[in-house]
């Protein structure tokens, strides 16, 4: 059955295009965003959701959307969405961050023209039949200094026009190194050094816990006396009251904002004050942006919910198509390991451990790591993905880490999985051979070459003889048919395993039957999802 993608808000004819070319069964009903409540009797329809800002994807919302799979941003913006309801869910939400760049950056640079030359208050002026020349006495960009809040994509893209306006540019941005700072032609500073230097300042960073007020009160009195302040990234970042009364002692000389804490913004500290320029969130508010990123989360939805390929996701580590296709058996390796784990532990995990070894090592690890992590939770939560399994696991308090190294033993590469308990260690690692199918290497140190069934008994006994012929006894005479089984041991005489693959899961009474013959010290039912 194809997927199924609602898209709640007004996308392009060509966005919509893009899902049925896809095979994507596509319903677009651009105004049911609007209608919480009808979204929330619908979604559990769907396997993805498209969505502009006008839908408000909400906790309630994605507790009814029991199918959703992917929610797709056509902008950058994701405040709209409870992102740690979708992550709890196992939502993969994905925003389109570069289809409004050009756009965004390029209304930051005509705020910063707006208000060096009092453009809307001369342009209301004149309107109004006066002829005010003389009132509305700007300042040049040329030869100034700009300071630049962050200089990331957008940051970069104002960097460059800056240069070309012959501006001199200072960037503060903790992880922009000296290097970039250089080929970009900007000089990168602290934060104090920006605010006591710069003549226009202009923000573009994402709102977080670090950037949150980061133009506070205090801040802003750092700032150069006859400043002008720009903020065209988000609300927030910017005291809006302490700016108020900035602009209202002569400290700051302008200030131009698209953007404001409390949206739709009917009542703001800025409106009405002499050289403050508003425009209504207005930054990606362009013919070119809204097709870009219509087009862009379109490609990305239809891309993850066909191939597995996820882009630009907030909550997920991103895996191009390429890496999908290469990765595949990986994942599903991992998935494996880390369920062989979850089912043989009983105990509360405190940490896993993973190591990455030969041609896996250089692969994406971090989506290794959620395959590991999600099938090891799926014991106690059957429904946990690889989007909500990291989040469960933080909030139990497990601490997971990764190690990768070079090729060091037989296999090409390999897996290695170790879950700590206050009681014990217990460790599987696997590969993934020629044919693409994925095989158990190694369980509690003993070497083995299985592959994975849907249906397993899981054994473990001292070496002696007998142990096959008593596990093949007792199955027949409990019904259960064996199709194939593994066996290892640490040394003649040592501890033994074996892996029985089944037609159907072991019951309780014939691992009953088992456990009464006194051979065996662990006896263990596995299943595993081989589709």
Known sequence: MAPKVLISDKLSDAAVQIFRDRGIDVDFQPDVGKDKEKLAAIIGDYDGLAIRSATKVTEKILAAADTLKVIGRAGIG???????AASKKGVIVMNTPFGNMITTAEHAIAMMFAVARQIPEASASTHDGKWEKSKFMGVELTGKTLGVIGAGNIGGIVCDRARALKMKVLAYDPFLGEEKAEKMGVEKVDLDTLLGRADFI??????????ANILSRENIAKTKKGVRIINCARGGL???EALAEALKSGHVAGAAFDVFKTEPATDNPLFHLPNVV?????????????ENVALQVAEQMSNY???GAVENALNMPSVTAEEAKVMGPWVKLAGHLGSFIG????????AINILYDGVVAGMNLEALNCGVVAGIMKKANPDVNMVSAPVIAKE???QISTTNQDKSGAFDGYIKVTVVTAKRERSVAGTVFSDGKPRFIQIKGINIDAEIGAHMLYTTNEDVPGIIGTLGQTMGDNGVNIANFTLGRAEAGGEAIALLYVDEPVPAEARAKLAETGFFTQIKPLAFDVA
């Open 202 to 211: 202009t923000l573009h960073v994402p709102f977080t816990d670090q950037t």
């Open 278 to 290: 508003c425009t209504p969130h207005l930054g990606a508010a362009t013919t070119e942006a809204q």
């Open 396 to 398: 139990r308090g497990i």
């Open 343 to 350: 089912q043989m532990t009983d105990e509360p995990i405190q």
């Open 238 to 240: 910017v005291d809006e």
């Open 78 to 84: 994701t405040d709209n969405i409870d992102k740690d």
């Open 305 to 307: 919910l066909l191939t």
